[in-house]
T-cell receptor
Framework: LAKTTQPISMDSYEGQEVNITCSHN???????ITWYQQFPSQGPRFIIQ???TKVTNEVASLFIPADRKSSTLSLPRVSLSDTAVYYC???????????????FGQGTTLQVKP | GAVVSQHPSWVICKSGTSVKIECRSL??????MFWYRQFPKQSLMLMAT?????????EQGVEKDKFLINHASLTLSTLTVTSAHPEDSSFYIC???????????FGDGTRLSIL
């Protein structure tokens, strides 16, 4: 499973756009990139998943360059409630023959200030 | 709404007690579920893969006789911490994908405190 590297922490202010970059130099051809959010004493919550280029949903965007060795999670106009730990994971799709297990890195603790 | 449910959400018990944690998939069948452990200020650590109808697959360093996993139905996996001691106190979380190839959904975790 590809190892991921993220900044340990980031600070931002309400209303700003936050970009969290994740490095995954050893990503394999069949690997997908998935981001999760975790609040204290809760399980991780799925944010977004992508394979290449750009993916956007109602809460975030995911930018993936052509070489796929990194990815950037973009959170538009963050609020205090976005303060959480964000995890970037790289893994085979469950349906690709892999068991689907996920190996979590250290994650990025985002602190949003008023 | 929640698609993976854990019970209990919090348990406190005496050292030497065995504790069972349930993980249920709601409105979908999960042939595979995953169990994680998370210590304060740390990331999630995968403990084992729970397979319906067969033995669980444990990660290196996880004692299978200490952490018993049973996946007897397509909607329920249980983790039993046997003869729990204070060092087993942690936050235990389960997950499952709704469909193969889809992202996993996580339960809200179980806070285990051993006195």
């Amino acid at each position: 499973l590809a190892k991921t590297t993220q900044p340990i922490s980031m600070d931002s202010y309400e209303g700003q756009e936050v970009n969290i970059t994740c490095s995954h130099n050893n990503i394999a051809t069949n690997d997908y990139i998935t981001w999760y959010q975790q609040f204290p004493s809760q399980g991780p919550r799925f944010i977004i998943q992508g394979y290449k280029t750009k993916v956007t949903n109602e809460v975030a965007s995911l930018f993936i360059p052509a070489d796929r060795k990194s990815s950037t999670l973009s959170l538009p106009r963050v609020s205090l409630s976005d303060t959480a730990v964000y995890y970037c994971l790289v893994a085979l799709h469950h349906g690709s023959g892999n068991t689907g297990k996920l190996i979590f890195g250290q994650g990025t603790t985002l602190q949003v200030k008023p | 709404g929640a698609v993976v449910s854990q019970h209990p959400s919090w348990v406190i018990c005496k050292s030497g007690t065995s504790v069972k944690i349930e993980c249920r998939s709601l409105d979908f069948q999960a042939t595979t579920m995953f169990w994680y452990r998370q210590f304060p200020k740390q990331s999630l650590m995968l403990m084992a893969t729970s397979n319906e109808g067969s033995k669980a697959t444990y990660e290196q360093g996880v004692e299978k006789d200490k952490f018993l996993i049973n996946h007897a139905s397509l909607t329920l996996s249980t983790l039993t911490v046997t003869s729990a001691h204070p060092e087993d106190s942690s936050f235990y979380i389960c997950s499952a994908p709704i469909l193969p190839g889809q992202p996993q959904h996580f339960g809200d975790g179980t806070r285990l405190s051993i006195l």
